[in-house]
């Protein structure tokens, strides 16, 4: 199998180009420390257990997350958090290391037996809740393309077995406390009884006032960040995937499919050679060339305005380093495109963007108006609870309007109560009979009023309370693992001695 990836591997290289791109964007630029010169594939990138790894097999190990990545192994990706916080591109490498190296030390070798039955099991393999021999073999394809092979999928799938070993190892007879679990059940589940009471943002913009001179100070003030956009005009090629035709084999799609590929590829081949011509190229090769006139990144034609990441390249691409793109994956095909024409942001006179700052000072001046009432409002509303009024009275006295009584738990929060998530997790912190700090809404402001709190009988409370139980515990075991292979991180005593560039 691999021999026919082997002589059909260009057909593969568009479907990989994301994973090659991160895994050199993490990996690829690299430099030695000495003259700032670039660093070799063959030179040191770091030191583990005392041995030297190259940037070449650091590459190889970074390529093989993201193979983890693309395979949906999430809870093996979980490993990149340990380490340096801010560097996880080299916790993602250096701990795969440290994880083959605990599960030697503690005996942990998963068989090939028991690693092909849990690769059947994996999401990207199944179909329709079953293994699936097509999607197994598209992973195949994938990996061959990538430089691995069937082997290397093994190594893969042991190293989430092992690591699930060790986390049972570390933290399996870790349990929740009873106290524990229904002090987080009764923060979940109870009822809420509040109120609220909202600012609008807009009630706010209708009685700001902003002044001319003011515009013109913060024009004066802000004038470079105010330019037209920039305009570009293409000539592209569209490299259309085949149509959906079930009336066709899996065979024949699959030829149809490698065919678009085989085109895109010969063309990208071609766009690279010196002195590379977008139109000779598409005339030579009987691609049809279609245009599109000058246009702006949030205004593409009609014929793109699907095509997000196309549209991107095209502003991001500098014609100069590279005159023909590479290619760009579409909703259904891929693009090649070259700019023809280029039109740079301009400086725009204040009579231009005169609206556009008049409504952002408005929203400015609102936003502190909005805030100072909010607090006015929740101060004055505190101490007169605190007095002992009630606080309908209090709002009715502050004019303030104050929403019906309303039912509300933090596991379910009332979906026909606008900011319900954040209502209720602001009265949980809220103790009965007291007012919630100011929340910020989508539309303004609000404070929140818990006038009780509950814990009312539920015929699902038995089985939610196991289930916080568990959530809970799993939290804690992870918390043991993390600290545990934290500890065997430092006894690895990993040293980068490259830098990336």
Known sequence: MLEFFRRHRGAFLITVTVIIIISFSVWGGWKSGRESLEAQPTDTAFTIYGRNYTIAEAQRLGRRMQMIYNLQMFELLSLSRIGSQEDQNNNIVINQL????????????????????????????????????????????????????????????????????????????????????????????????????????????????????????????????????????????????????????????????SAVVDRVNKFNDASILPAAKFDDIAKTQKETVLKADLFTQDAPPEALKAEKELVEAVFALNPEVRPISDPIK????????????????????????????????????????????????????????????????????????????????????????????????????????????VIDTETGSLLVYVSAKELRKRDDSKALRENMSNGRADQERTRLFDAWFSRRREESKPKMLITQA
């Open 98 to 257: 440290i994880l083959q190296h605990e599960m030697e030390r503690l005996g942990i070798h998963p068989s090939d037996a028991e690693a092909k039955e849990a690769m059947k099991k994996l999401p990207t393999f199944q179909e329709n809740g079953a293994f699936s021999a097509e999607r197994a073999y598209n992973v195949e394809q994938m990996l061959a393309a990538n430089g691995f092979n069937s082997s290397d999928l093994l190594e893969i799938v042991k190293l989430s077995i092992g690591f699930s070993k060790l986390r049972d190892l570390i933290g399996k007879n870790y349990a929740a406390s009873p106290l524990e679990a229904e002090k987080a059940y009764a923060s979940e589940y109870q009822t809420l009884k509040v109120n609220t009471l909202s600012f609008s943002l807009e009630d706010f913009k209708k009685t700001a006032v902003v002044k001319d001179e003011e515009i013109q100070k913060y024009y004066d003030e802000k004038k470079e960040s105010y330019k037209s956009a920039g305009k570009r005009a293409i000539s592209y090629v569209y490299f259309e995937n085949p149509k959906a035709d079930d009336k066709k084999s899996a065979e024949d799609r699959k030829k149809e499919e």
């Open 330 to 437: 579409g909703s259904n095909g891929y693009y090649i495109f070259s700019v023809t024409k280029s039109e740079e942001p301009k400086q725009q006179e204040l009579a231009e963007v005169k609206e556009k700052i008049k409504e952002t000072l408005v929203a400015q001046k609102a936003q502190e108006a909005l805030t100072k009432a909010a607090n006015d409002a929740r101060t004055a509303l505190a101490e007169g609870l605190k007095a002992g009024k009630k606080i309908e009275d209090l709002a009715k006295d502050k004019k303030l309007t104050l929403s019906p009584l309303t039912d509300i738990t933090v596991a379910e929060p009332a979906m026909e109560v606008a900011s319900s998530n954040l209502i209720a997790g602001q009265a949980r912190d809220t103790a009965a009979g007291e007012l919630s700090k």
